[in-house]
């Protein structure tokens, strides 16, 4: 308004140019004019800003979804991919380490150190055996002596046969009795010798059965000895070797659980951070409708331009501050809240693929003694030492029978033997009733029968000597007999005691190594399929983070509406700082907010302009309900 | 035999993160886009429990719940509203509609299965 020169009174400025009037400016009026165009100047700057914000905030608010659909899909696949990893590998870990196994390597030591003992057993019968052979290899040589004597004894009945043959022949017909005497001496003395030989003969070779036998078995022990040694004490190492492993199998199984109820939580910060995209949304709603709200502002801005209306003018202008500055902090707020919940989807996802990548290390760290090239495992190892000793038994068992064999060889010779002795002795008495008889008829000869008579002693003497001697070769032998009986007793009876020991334990034996071979054949197949899984799922998950790229995006997009937003209010704030119609704009714009959140964004703005602004809310009631406490502060249960 | 929940959202995000969590706690679930959709699936099939928002188009969650107890197939199965919502204000008309219980957003999964567990006892 300009006063009129000719008058006093005021008119619009463009009333007095239109009709040519002439007018009077004040210093004031100019000032105040141009920043009147200056502030036109700057509001035609901000509806193009304000229209792009407009714009892009709503394609924000729809640009989101599909991405989030997306992720929460691959989510659900990896999360169930997880899980069947966890299953598989605590099914190896069980396989490897469970019960079922725990019990088979405490059976497996028991057979071990039955196994032991059963070879100590045969090793201490087999020393018992040999002591006895030697004993009866040394009763064998005492028997050479008397044996040697029948020999002799066989020569000098020949002579004495010949000399009674000549005597007898001295005496005409009466010596044809002596004829046959002689006859039959000569007939016996062969006898003797025969059966003396063939008792040799037998000796000798049960004496060299017996030495060889003694000779065979030093050496089996000897060999057994140093082998059961080495294998048992690899066994026990390879035994230790799978206790190891089996502790920590299952000290993997309980980092397998651990891993199981990490991938959970990391699932449930995932769900939770999902749902930032449905609070983001709305949070922009909330912002457009506020920001629409100044659309009609912008409408009459553009007739603002005369100085009447410039009180009009500055309310317009602050009103456009307050919002944008408020809007733009909800934005920046809500914009910074999916940021971070898209970062933490990324980052759990990202732990799952560790973890998941961690268990499958740790699983081949464990199963160390799977030799990858050659197929083998630490069961593999058992189960050979196993088989050796196996072998040894076998071996030991074999050892046994032979001795038993042997043995009964040796009764059998002894018996054989002791019946040609027995023969012997029994020819000994016929020799010594000839003689008798001989004596007899020699003295009925009178003195022609003197010489018979005396060599019928001769023979009556050697005959008994024959006797004797039997009688102590039989002696001997009845005391090699005695030994053998004995021996034989012990080996049989140890040999079928051994046997039903041992092929029990074989047995039993053959199923475990069975059932071991079969748990390590199920590793070696199976570890390389877990690794195999671990690699792609951690190769997938990996794929599918460093694809994830929505919160950049949004937060590009919110940059530049932040931008725009932080220059209008600025701008706006330069021209008219915020005065005390600003709270009066905040009460009203708190009336649309319905999230907490907003709610401390709006409280934090009044506070930076020096205002207390405590956003309408009635005291909360007390809950009576006290289990709610329970499920948090966020849930609430009428 | 699973227990039927329904999920009614406007947000497929969160129904999608709802029906996951539901299912792998061993739930079976209806899923509903809004108030109507909802309603209109309540009318015909017996759920055990109903899981809603409060701001959806078409019908909002205290107009879903008005009508699920005007209703007669599933009048007396609990409600718990699941919305970014805080307000007492809003709690109170939403007790006073039927509403069971009231979870605000962002809840844990494990949360939302244990208020489950327990209004389902």
């Known amino acids: ?638 | 035999m699973a227990k039927v929940i329904m999920t009614a959202d406007d947000s497929a995000s969160v129904r999608q993160m709802v029906t996951f969590t539901l299912k792998q706690n061993g739930y079976d679930v209806v899923e509903a886009v809004d108030g109507r959709d909802a309603l209109n699936k309540l009318n015909a099939q017996k759920v055990d429990m109903l899981l809603t928002d409060l701001n959806m188009p078409n019908m909002d969650g205290i107009g879903l719940i008005k009508g699920v107890r005007a209703g007669a197939l599933n009048k007396f199965i609990p409600i718990v509203m699941l919305t970014t919502e805080s307000q007492d204000s809003r709690k109170t008309e939403g007790k006073a509609a039927g509403a069971t219980g009231w979870i605000v957003k962002p809840f844990k999964p494990e949360q939302l299965i244990a208020v489950i567990k327990k209004v389902l006892r």
């Not at chain 1, 003992?117 to 201490?124: D, P, R, V």
């Not at chain 1, 502790?247 to 769900?271: H, M, Y």
């Not at chain 1, 809240?337 to 933490?344: H, I, K, M, N, R």
């Open chain 1, 1 to 638: 308004m300009v006063h009129n020169r000719t008058s006093t009174a005021k008119v619009p400025l463009k009333t007095a140019i239109a009709h040519g009037q002439d007018v009077r400016l004040s210093s004031d009026h100019l000032s105040r004019s141009n920043t009147i165009a200056k502030q036109a100047d700057i509001f035609n700057t901000w509806q193009p800003r304000f229209s792009s914000v407009l714009t892009t905030l709503q394609q924000l608010a729809g640009a989101t979804e599909h991405d989030f659909l997306k992720i929460g899909s691959q989510m659900q696949g990896i999360y169930q991919h997880s899980t069947l990893l966890s299953e598989t590998a605590r099914q190896l870990v069980e396989a490897a380490s469970g019960e079922r196994i725990r019990t088979l390597m405490d059976r497996l030591r028991q057979i071990l150190q039955e196994m032991e003992t059963y070879l100590e057993k045969a090793h201490k019968q087999n020393l018992n055996s040999c002591s006895a052979l030697e004993k009866v290899g040394t009763l064998l040589i005492q028997v050479a002596e008397p044996l040697a004597g029948f020999k002799k004894m066989s020569k000098q009945l020949y002579i004495l046969e010949v000399s009674v043959k000549i005597e007898s022949t001295y005496l005409g017909d009466m010596g044809s009795e002596f004829l046959n005497l002689a006859q039959d001496i000569k007939k016996l003395s062969h006898q003797i010798k025969e059966k003396a030989n063939t008792v040799h003969d037998h000796r000798l070779l049960l004496s060299s059965v017996i030495t060889q036998s003694i000779a065979d078995i030093h050496a089996a022990q000897t060999y057994q000895d140093t082998r059961i040694k080495a294998v048992i004490n690899d066994t026990r190492a390879s035994l230790s070797k799978l206790e190891v492993v089996n502790e920590g199998f299952s000290t993997l199984g309980v980092a397998i659980s651990a891993v199981s109820e990490e991938n959970s939580n990391n699932i449930s910060e995932i769900v939770q951070s999902m749902q930032f995209h449905d609070i983001y949304r709305q949070q922009l709603e909330h912002i457009i409708e506020a920001l629409e709200g100044l659309m009609p502002a912008f409408s009459g801005m553009r007739d603002k331009n005369s100085l009447q209306e410039d009180i009009g003018q500055e309310k317009l202008i602050s009103n456009i501050g307050d919002v944008c500055e408020l809007q733009e902090a909800q934005l920046q707020f809500a914009s910074s809240e999916l940021y971070t919940a898209v970062a933490s989807i990324v980052t759990n996802l990202r732990n799952i693929g560790t973890k998941q990548k961690q268990l499958g290390q740790d699983l081949y760290q464990k199963t160390g003694g799977i030799d990858k090239t050659s197929n083998t495992s630490f069961i593999d190892d058992v189960i050979q030492h196993m088989s050796s000793i196996t072998n040894l038994l076998t071996s030991c068992a074999s050892t046994n029978k032979e001795l038993a064999g042997i043995t009964r060889k040796v009764t059998a010779a002894v018996d054989e033997i002791t019946g040609f002795v027995a023969d012997i002795e029994d020819i000994g008495h016929e020799i010594t009733q000839i003689a008798l008889n001989s004596r007899i008829k020699a003295a009925c000869t009178g003195t022609h029968g003197a010489s018979l008579s005396a060599l019928s002693e001769e023979v009556g003497q050697l005959s008994n000597d024959a006797v004797q001697s039997a009688d102590s070769i039989i002696a001997s032998l009845t005391e090699i007999q005695s030994a053998t009986g004995k021996l034989s007793i012990e080996t049989d009876s140890n040999e079928k005691f051994l046997d039903v020991a041992m092929s029990g334990m074989m047995v039993e034996l053959s199923e475990i190594l069975l059932i071991l071979k079969n748990v390590g054949a199920e590793l070696i197949s199976l570890l390389p399929q877990l690794q195999h899984k671990v690699n792609s799922l951690t190769a997938e998950i990996e794929k599918i983070t460093s694809g994830i790229n929505v919160h950049e995006r949004a937060k590009a997009m919110a940059d530049g509406v932040l931008g725009n937003l932080q220059q209008i209010f600025r701008q706006a704030r330069e021209l008219y700082p915020a005065g005390s119609a600003f709270k009066e704009d905040l009460r009203r714009m708190a009336e649309r907010y319905t999230m907490e959140s907003e709610r401390r964004i709006h409280e934090s703005i009044a506070k930076k302009h020096g205002m207390e602004l405590s956003i309408n809310q009635r005291p909360k009631e007390p809950n009576t309900n006290s289990s709610d406490s329970e499920f948090g502060d966020n849930v609430d249960l009428f």
